[in-house]
């Protein structure tokens, strides 16, 4: 069951500046969690940020990626050009890919259950001019995990491309397995310049 905790109207504002649009926290362990109507929702808002703190139900695999639909199409493999850079505290690696996929994907976003307990990963994802329909949408994220068990730690900024013109009108967000109680998506619009 999720708990949202109210749309904020905010007709005027100055440019960059952020608004809290919508929060869904999971009171239950839940498949995935969706923002939609965001035609209509950020209708004033040029950019979008989805800020999260996520942990999986999943014991299996121990750094939890969180994966995103974009306007319900689970079938066409619209998202491409996935480019990451990661480090551990003692460590760097980067990634890329141009390798077509049907969903986003944010790396490191989230923490697996059997890890510390309240123990979630954090992650921000900007979705840069998602309703301009003369360009492709600009997916960018910067996330998080650390825990005691392992240990675990990461961070990574990462992006990626959504190889259709198509405006952006809904995002939903899973992990490998379902998304645990206590889950957090808070969605914000950014005004333009």
Do not use: C, W
Request: proline share 2%.
């Amino acid at each position: 069951m999720l708990i949202p905790l109210g749309i904020l109207d905010y007709p005027t504002g100055a440019a960059g500046a952020y608004h809290l649009l919508e929060t869904q926290v999971l009171t239950s362990d839940a498949a995935s969690v969706t923002f939609t109507g965001l035609d209509t929702l950020a209708a004033d808002y040029q950019h979008l940020q989805i800020r999260s703190t996520v942990r999986s139900t999943s014991t299996s695999i121990a750094y939890q990626n969180i994966f995103y639909y974009a306007n319900n199409d689970t079938v066409n493999t619209n998202f491409l050009a996935v480019h990451y850079l990661t480090g551990n505290g003692s460590s760097v690696s980067s990634a890329g890919s141009s390798a077509n996929s049907k969903y986003g994907i944010m790396f490191f976003a989230g923490a697996r259950d059997g890890l510390t307990t309240h123990s979630y990963g954090a992650g921000i994802l900007d979705v840069l001019d998602f309703s301009n329909t003369n360009k492709n949408t600009t997916f960018r994220h910067m996330a998080g995990v650390t825990d005691s068990v392992g240990p675990i730690n990461r961070v990574v900024l990462g992006s990626q491309l959504f190889g259709v013109t198509d405006a952006i009108t809904q995002l939903e967000f899973f992990t490998n397995d379902n998304v645990k109680a206590g889950s957090r998506f808070s969605l914000y619009g950014i005004k333009g310049a």
